[in-house]
Structures are given as structure tokens and as C-alpha cells.
């Protein structure tokens, strides 16, 4: 069934900026959460590559520019509310700057927390500077 | 690998909210996003059960209180930030409240956008009102 709106999310009530999740479109894994704001998510409709808006950084974040671990984008989703994205993506190397595949490597337990992923990159050697 | 923190998200951080996502524990699928603050993230440990906080309400929110489309926690992550959760659930019935198993039941298209979930659940059934 293909109805004509919303093409996009609803920027404007989520105060310019949607969250924006990213999972492997292979496996499932849930790999990051970022943000959109307008121009991302235009740029990455266009372009088929994730871009976000850096909330620290205050621009555009091209997903990969620096490391090359790009996201291809398989498939968007928008939520009932039009106020969050799911991105279907191929990764390229890891998601996380800390190297870990997924941002998502610590489990939270009743005791203690967990580091469950493996480091795939040395973040030193990925963004050229120590972790 | 385990070590001592940090034991749950920095909510100062995020100004007193973070996202959290819930996926099926089971088939990966990923169902919603909604946001937590600590008495939700305490309540959500110390019961097993999601607990959100409802911006619009403005008071914690059980999920499926009302609906009995309640969600078991299976595991928890946290993201490297430590400003995002992901939970691992299983999901009584359905997610959204419009009545399908995710809330990302709509494909955003070049061109159009489909709706590709099915309804599971009549929301004026489970809610009481017209959706």
C-alpha cells in the first residue's frame, strides 16, 4: 500500500532535529543512534549514504568522511509520530568511534556492566589521534 | 569483560531524557523509539518491564499499561556516549499505538512512501477511542 505523505519527518515539531537509528540491513544489529535535521536527511536521500547533524560539532556529519566506515543505505523508515527514522544500512568497517562495530557494546546487568562487542578498529589508527 | 561504570545513562547529559530504542529480542525487528528519564530507566531495572517517560503527558508512561501490549526487557545496552539506551524486548502484541507490531511500519521511497506493516490490533479496541 503507497499513500502520498509524509515524505519526510516532521522536523518542525521535533524542535529541527529528529533521532535517527541505524541498523545492519543484514543482521539486524542495531549499530548507532544520531541525528537529522533537514539537509541530512535530504543529503542522505540523495546520495544513498548516511548523513547526520553533528550536535557538537553544529554541521553536517558525513558518516564515514574521516575513517571510511560509510553506510549505504538499503532502506528509511519513518515512525508513526513522523518524529524518528530507522536507516536499513550496509556498514562499512565499525559504526562506533571507539571502534566497536556497534555503539550499543556495553550491556547494562543488575550488578555490573558488560563490554560484549570486540574492538574490529584501533580508533588511533581510524580517526588518527589516541582513543 | 566487565567493569564498574558506568551503571546507567548520563541524563545530565542529555537534559534529563535519553532516546531509548526497543527491539524484538527475538527476530531483531526494531519496534519503537521513546525517551526515559531516571525514575523510568529505575523503574524499567528494578521491574523487567519497559517504563518510558511521556514527554506529552509529562509523567512516566508503562508501556502497555492501558493496552496490555506490555514489553518483557530481555537485556539492555547502553551507547558509547552513554546517552542512548537499546533494549532488548518482548513485545505483547503491538508496539505502536496505531496498531501495527513497529512503529516503522512506513518506508520512506524515492518517490512515495509505503505503508509495510500490517495491523495487528484495532487501536480503538485496544485504546477505547477512534485511532
Same mark, same amino acid.
Given at each position: 500500500? +503507497? &499513500? +502520498?505523505? @509524509?515524505? $519526510? @519527518?516532521d522536523f518542525a515539531k521535533a524542535g529541527g532535529l529528529v @533521532?535517527? &537509528?541505524?541498523?545492519?540491513a543484514d543482521n539486524? $544489529?542495531?549499530?548507532?543512534?544520531?541525528?537529522?535535521n533537514p539537509e541530512a536527511f535530504a543529503e542522505t536521500?540523495?546520495?544513498g549514504?548516511?548523513? =547526520?547533524? +553533528?550536535r557538537s560539532r553544529g554541521k553536517l556529519w558525513r558518516k564515514g568522511e574521516e575513517s571510511g566506515h560509510v553506510q549505504t543505505v538499503v +532502506? &528509511?523508515?519513518?515512525d508513526c509520530d513522523a518524529d524518528c527514522l530507522l536507516l536499513k544500512v550496509r556498514q562499512e568497517g565499525a559504526a562506533c568511534? $571507539?571502534? =566497536?562495530r556497534t555503539c550499543f557494546f556495553r550491556q547494562i546487568g543488575q550488578d555490573e556492566t558488560m563490554i560484549l562487542g570486540e574492538r574490529l578498529v584501533d580508533p588511533?589508527?581510524?580517526y588518527g589521534k589516541k582513543p
Open positions: 500500500m +503507497s &499513500i +502520498s505523505l @509524509p515524505r $519526510e @519527518p @533521532p535517527a &537509528i541505524a541498523q545492519d539486524g $544489529e542495531v549499530l548507532m543512534m544520531a541525528w537529522m536521500l540523495a546520495t549514504r548516511a548523513v =547526520y547533524f +553533528s +532502506s &528509511i523508515f519513518v568511534h $571507539e571502534g =566497536y588511533a589508527q581510524a
